[in-house]
Structure formats: C-alpha cells, structure tokens
C-alpha cells in the first residue's frame, strides 16, 4: 500500500523509517490520523463532483479502481498475498460495503458535507445494540444511554437537514438523504460486527484487496443496468477516489501503528472540521444551528462510548 519509488537500488528499504513521518510517537499519529479526516473528506467532494453518473456506477467505480491500485502490491507479494482463508467472509462483508457505499454515494449530492461527516461518526452508536444482540456482549447502563442520546443526535441533524416544520414529519421526509446516510452507517456497523466474530489472521493488503474486488463484483451487474459513460474528467475523479479510499486505510493503519488508539480517538472529530471548511468554499454550505447541535450531541455519545470501551479494556489488562 506505500506509494512505489524512483530511488535508486543502492538505496536502503529501511531509510524511509528514518524520517519523521514514520517514526512512532504521539505527534506522528496525530498527523496520520489528520490525513484519514482530509482525505475522507476530499473523497465525498469527488464523490458529489461524480454526482451526475448512478450511485451503483460510482461505486463499482470507485473499487474496481481500488483493485487497479493494490494489484501491484499485490503482485509484489504474490507469494502470500491471493492466500485467503474465508473467501465466503469476504464476500459478505464486500456486500455490506456495496450497499453502504452505495446509499453514501446517493446522499452525496443531497446533503452538505458536514452532514456526512456526522453521519461517518455514528457508526459506534449502531454497533452497540448490535453486539448485544448478535454477539451476546454485556451493554452497561453507561452505553445504553450513551447510544440513546446518540440516536437523539441523529434525529436532530435529519430535522435540520428537512424542509419539514413538523419534526416527526421530517423523519419520514426521503428526499434529503439523511436517510440514505443512517442506512449506510448501519450497514457500516453490521460489517464491524461481522469483523468482531470472525477474526482474520490475514494481512491487510489481503484483506483490502479482496473487499474491494468483491465490492466491485457486487456492484458490477447494478452499475450495468444503469450504466453512462463517464467523461474523461470523470474517469480521472474515480480513480483518485479509488485510491483515495485505499490511502484512508493506509493512513488508519499507520496512525495505530503510531501511538495508542485512545490517544487518537479526539482528533477523529477533525473531519467535521475540514467539511465545514470544504463545504463552504467549494459549494458555499453553512450549515444550520440544528446540525450543529445534533454533531454535538453525536460527539458526546461517541466520546462517551469510546472512553468506556478504553476504562474497560485497561480493567481487563490491570
């Protein structure tokens, strides 16, 4: 997944170690992890600037490109890289992430960008009931009522979002995407809970490559139906997507490798703040004091749930 070098052969593997950037330490992870909220937020521009093409057509896109892009790292590593031990895992979890890129891809053109930024933060909050359904966990009381006020936070971004006065009238009102939103953040959520129950001993070039040839698989005969010719202009814009989605796990990757998750878990809340940013000087997006508050509460709950995920897991190791 490192983007490949014009160096010399003379030239030591191990020399790139020795610059800041891949260094361990707190400063190193914070800046690995900035990158993953600008590039996350850079993806849903050329997501919304490929608006004119099908949802279905963008997501195939956006993975067969991905496949283009790992395929040499790949092809370096032939010797282990194809094996796979659960290609049937694979697949489900690829259909997972069709669907959800899919609806993603639907809302990009219908909401502002900070709106899908909050929306990309509400996955724990879905995760939660899941895995006590499904995984049998223990949901204290703290956690419960974390994901409740969560859900609240939802809800009050999709009343800002609507056009609706009424606030149960907004939630049934479609056309403004946050549903399309709250319906890929859940099937976000069901692929880390398929992820909790059946861990891989794979390295993640695999795991990433697989994903995204079954998500390009899944998406094929969809995009096919619905298919227009992308422009030149266009085909450039989902190749970067394409590598960009790949540069995002790349970027977690060597955030985590960096310093704790724990201490990282702040600086995920950045990527509203590049939206905001973004939103405003490409599409002159304000968002509305309702989405304001809504991320708020959304950031709470989330916070909330993360730092009793970390007080549990230090309990486990003391």
């Known amino acids: 997944m490192t983007a490949t070098t014009t160096a010399s052969p003379s030239m030591s593997l191990e020399q790139p170690q020795k610059l800041w950037f891949f260094r361990k330490g707190y400063l190193q992870g914070v800046f690995w992890i900035t990158l993953v909220a600008l590039t996350s937020n850079l993806n849903d521009i050329l997501m919304r600037e490929s608006s004119r093409l099908p949802a279905q057509e963008v997501t195939f896109f956006r993975y067969f490109f991905a496949v283009i892009t790992l395929l040499p790292f790949m092809l370096a590593n032939a010797k282990t890289a194809f094996k796979t031990e659960r290609p049937m895992l694979h697949a489900i979890r690829a259909m997972l992430l069709f669907g959800a890129i899919f609806a993603w891809a639907a809302a990009v053109k219908l909401v502002p960008l900070a709106v899908m930024s909050t929306f990309a933060l509400t996955v724990p909050i879905f995760v939660l009931p899941m895995a006590a359904v499904f995984l049998k966990e223990r949901v204290g009381w703290q956690r419960t009522l974390a994901t409740l006020v969560g859900f609240g936070g939802i809800f009050t971004v999709i009343y800002g979002s609507s056009n609706d006065a009424n606030f149960f009238e907004s939630l049934f009102t479609l056309n403004n995407g946050t549903w399309y939103l709250m319906f890929a953040a859940l099937l976000f959520a069901m692929s880390d809970i398929v992820n909790k129950k059946y861990v891989l001993k794979e390295s993640n070039l695999s795991m990433l490559f697989y994903i995204a040839l079954g998500t390009a698989i899944f998406a094929f005969f969809p995009a096919k139906l619905a298919f227009e010719m992308p422009t030149l202009k266009e085909f450039g814009l989902l190749f970067v997507l394409g590598a960009g989605g790949n540069l995002i796990l790349f970027f977690l990757l060597k955030a985590f490798s960096a310093t704790d998750v724990s201490a990282l878990a702040p600086y995920r809340y950045t990527e509203l703040f590049f939206a905001g940013i973004f ?40």
């Open 279 to 318: 939103g405003f000087i490409f599409y002159s997006e304000i968002p509305n004091s309702w989405t304001f508050l809504g991320a708020g509460i959304i950031i709470c709950a989330t916070a909330s749930i993360a730092y009793y995920e970390i007080h549990q897991n230090k309990k486990k190791k003391s």
